[in-house]
């Protein structure tokens, strides 16, 4: 799915979050958002699945199109929006229940009532996210005694198991050791080949490993986007420069 | 100055023995209440025999006095069972409306004006109840045309035990993290079902510690009880007839009796006593086990864990006066 931003300008009440971003974001590619905190690209992410329409006295104009489809048109329905373009947090938040159950969650909210198609998407799902052979064994476990890399692989299963089109991803390893963070790496490679995925990260290493695309935000205003090798080996704004190179943020 | 360390020190110690003392005069008195009860109510169950005590017939003035408190003990039952249906109905889907479904400026004015219904002194909620659902009851719902009884009874006390129902609840959703609530939203789920499929179960033995705390509340209120139930002592066959609860009984009898039917009315207090304690241990039981639970996932997950809706000892303070 192409996700297609013009002339995007948000306001938390009456400050200004994002202005005025341009963007395209090719199907089947990982896409980097980077920037210093406060610059608008949680933000900006949370927007394609409009998750920001939870937030009081939030304002957007602009206009938003996914796979062609005007996400803020009045006959869009939201909660389809968001099965489609599912969403992984900052901070692991598996529910209070047993894994399987937080596989099945999606499935069943749109109504999946058979036990073996469950059991085949909760299978298929953690399958996909690389974690099955982990928890195999213990799918009736609360998904609360986890360790946090495998909570927040076990929060991209659940994701899947929607069948989204577009995974967001706001800084999906920051809460993790290096070894959690190499293998959710690792799982977002595998998966550009079937999902459009957007992540937000702090660590410009991890752009560069995983992106092919980046877009550097800064003060609400998306300064450079381009192949992910072109804006750090040659960045055509300062700012971007000065960033990448590690002389603020 | 040795002569004002000195007398620091002396008043250090006073001060301390007086905390104990004010401290120990709770155990005390929870201690003595009990010997009270049992050393009364005890040797007299045993003289009149458990069959002839949880037998039917209550006549302790009669010639042939019979102390039997089965009918007020199933009364009482009933009446708490049905209270707390009507509380933990009508308590649990407003704590939920005011969760997330109605306007955030209508959330305060709605609890507080909750929050004072749990101030009325319950005399006045029996008034209430004797002028105004009584006779509703009487002329509109009842088919036998007595208004008194256990679903007049049930109704008072259920709106008695509204405001514990609904803060305590309210309170536990609340201490469910907010995270759970956007990751269900972010997999497509409405808000009802957000609601009810994430935060309610996350939110279940708050809920539960609230119930227990309302039945505890209804199987011993007293006043507003006597106003509305009828308070004959027979067997409840129907909601809408006079029968009498266990506590009732107590206040109705305790001015004017002497002698055994005054240990009677001792022995039913006994009776009462224990369904306070199963109550109350089976609260404390259900809050720890919620603490235990927090106390390992903390653990595991190091400091940042959120507890996931504690009790509040406030509510629980206020809802067991
Ligand atoms: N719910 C909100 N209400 C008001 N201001 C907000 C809210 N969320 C974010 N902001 C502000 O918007 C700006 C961008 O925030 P955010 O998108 O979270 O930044 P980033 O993810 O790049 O660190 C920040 O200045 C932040 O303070
Ligand atoms: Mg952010």
Known sequence: MNISVRNCNLWYGDFQALKNINMDISNREVTAFIGPSGCGKSTFLKILNRMNDLVDGCRITGSFHIGGVDIFDKSTDVNLLRKKVGMVFQKPNPFPMSIYDNIAFAPRTFGVRKKAELDRIVEDSLRRASIWDEVKDRLKKSALGMSGGQQQRLCIARALAANPDILLMDEPTSALDPISTGKIEALMSELKQELTIVIVTHNMQQATRIADKTAFFYLGELIEYDTTEKLFSCPTDRRTENYITGRFG | ?321
């Open chain 2, 1 to 321: 100055m040795k002569s004002i360390y000195g007398f620091v020190h002396v008043r250090e110690k006073l001060m301390r023995g007086l905390f104990l003392a004010c401290a120990l005069f709770s155990v005390v008195a929870l201690a003595t209440i009990t010997v009270f009860l049992l050393a009364n109510g005890l040797p007299f169950i045993a003289e009149i025999g458990l069959g002839e005590f949880f037998g039917t017939r209550w006549a302790p003035l009669s010639d042939t006095p019979a102390y039997g408190i089965l009918s007020m003990l199933v009364a009482s039952l009933y009446v708490t069972a049905l209270s707390v249906l009507i509380g933990v109905g009508i308590g649990l889907l407003t704590a939920i409306c005011l969760y997330k479904f109605c306007p955030r400026w209508l959330v305060s004015p709605i609890r507080q004006m909750v929050n004072l219904l749990s101030g009325i002194p319950s005399v006045i909620f029996g008034l209430f109840g004797m002028t105004v659902i009584v006779p509703f009851i009487r002329d509109y719902i009842s088919p036998s045309g007595v208004g008194y009884g256990i679903l007049s009874s049930a109704l008072v006390l259920g709106i008695m035990i509204l405001p514990t129902i609904v803060s305590v609840s309210l309170d536990a959703m609340q201490a469910v993290p907010g995270s759970y609530f956007e990751g269900a939203l972010a997999l497509g789920s409405t808000r009802e079902q957000a609601t009810f499929r994430v935060m309610l179960p996350a939110a279940k033995s708050g809920i539960l510690a609230g119930v227990v705390l309302a039945v505890g509340r209804a199987i011993g209120e007293t006043m507003a009880v006597i106003m509305v139930v009828g308070n004959s002592p027979e067997m409840p066959v129907s909601l809408f007839q006079s029968v009498r609860t266990l506590t009732a009984n107590i206040a109705l009898g305790a001015t004017e009796m002497k002698g055994d039917p005054e240990r009677a009315l001792i022995a039913t207090g006994v009776v009462l006593f224990v369904f306070t304690l199963l109550l109350n241990t089976s609260f404390s039981l259900l809050k720890r086990d919620k603490t235990e639970k927090d106390d390992r996932k903390s653990r595991r997950k190091g400091k940042n864990s959120t507890p996931v809706a504690p009790a509040k000892p406030g509510s629980a303070k206020e809802a067991q006066s």
